[in-house]
């Protein structure tokens, strides 16, 4: 089995269980609704308020470094140590939420994308470490190579599941 676990400005999972791509009951996999671990620098009620990019990029911007997107943040963390510590509390954040999710569904490979891990080599460590320490289990982690497309090809990838599991009874 594998959790794909996804953060950008939504947080997500969807898991595959034995080569299949599980459809909750109920739901699209978001758990941006989710209470996120208490932070000094990130709030919000939801675990999408705290780690979502917007809110990130306006805590940031409150604590003084100037970031119009995520990228600009990313490269702000190189020479700021603001910038740094910001990101590097969403990925614990994130890690934190992922090391949960883990431990529900219980998946031996969990795979980390969206921006949030795949544009900041550095915050994807921090997550792989926090959810190392936090979670009994160790698991296979791996952040995502797509870059920029994971969204589509997460999505065709679903909406092509049926065609793959059973070709010749596609109604």
Do not use: C, K, M, Q
């Not at 941006?32 to 306006?58: E, F, K, Y």
């Not at 999710?101 to 544009?119: K, N, S, Y």
């Not at 791996?142 to 909406?159: E, L, P």
Request: proline share 4%; hydrophobic share 50%; net charge neutral.
């Amino acid at each position: 089995t594998s959790l794909y676990f996804y953060a950008r400005e939504l947080v997500g999972v969807a898991w595959t269980v034995d080569g299949a791509v599980h459809r909750p009951a109920h739901g699209d996999g978001s758990i941006g609704h989710l209470r996120p671990a208490a932070s000094d620098l990130l709030g919000g009620d939801t675990l999408r308020d705290a780690v979502g990019s917007s809110g990130v990029l306006a805590a940031a911007r409150e604590h003084g470094v100037r970031a119009e997107t995520f990228a600009d943040l990313v490269a702000a963390a190189d020479s700021g140590a603001t910038a740094r510590t910001i990101l590097d509390e969403r990925a614990r954040l994130l890690g934190l939420a992922v090391a949960d999710v883990a431990d529900i569904v219980d998946p031996a490979h969990v795979i980390l994308a969206g921006a949030a891990f795949t544009a900041d080599a550095a915050g994807l460590r921090v997550a792989a470490r926090t959810i190392a320490a936090t979670s009994p289990v160790r698991r296979d982690i791996r952040g995502s190579r797509a870059r920029g497309t994971i969204t589509r090809d997460a999505a065709r990838a679903v909406a092509l599941d049926p065609l793959h599991r059973d070709p010749l009874n596609l109604a």
